[in-house]
């Protein structure tokens, strides 16, 4: 076996063992990306299961909320009727962005009424509501942190390659809404 042909088969074998390990890597990081968005799915779950508890609890005390706790309960149903898989991420991310901002607003509206707020159950029910969004705020966080994985590895050279062949692609980031952006006023708790 002359030189060249060693070269050659070595080349190769580089090449195959490169592309191997850049499948490899790109399936593992889709894969934690897909167990991150799971991880959230389970924190968001916990708080859908939760909120006709307080719905059902505010609304003994808020009738002119009724709107709202009405749209809220639309949109858990749509919600949960999303199948539990990674292709509906998108369309899981905007309702929650929408059920968040109207649970915001009955959080607010909670505050207006003094025998609510004192309520033992919906003082319970607040206290395990704000756990569930710490709990998916850290959930939010870890798969934020596997979606910049995935799609540094979607979108750099030469990986890039490899992504597009197999069909692996980029996930969205799990962001926060524009309510949640907007600067909070002290005034509006000390009334």
Known sequence: MNLTVIAVLLAALFIVTWIYGAYVSLIKKKNKANEAFSSIDIQLKKRYDLIPNILTIAQKFME???????????????????????????RKIALDRQIADKMGQ???????????????????????YNEVEEHISAARRFYNSAANDLKNAVEIFPSSLIARLINVKSVDFFEISERERQPINAADFLK
């Open 64 to 90: 002119h909320e009724r709107g709202l706790m009405e749209d809220i309960t639309k949109l858990r149903t749509q919600v949960m009727n999303l199948p539990d898989n990674f292709e509906s991420i998108d």
């Open 106 to 128: 009955i959080m607010v509206a909670v505050e207006s009424y003094p025998q609510l707020k004192s309520d033992q159950a919906m003082v319970t029910a607040m206290q395990t």
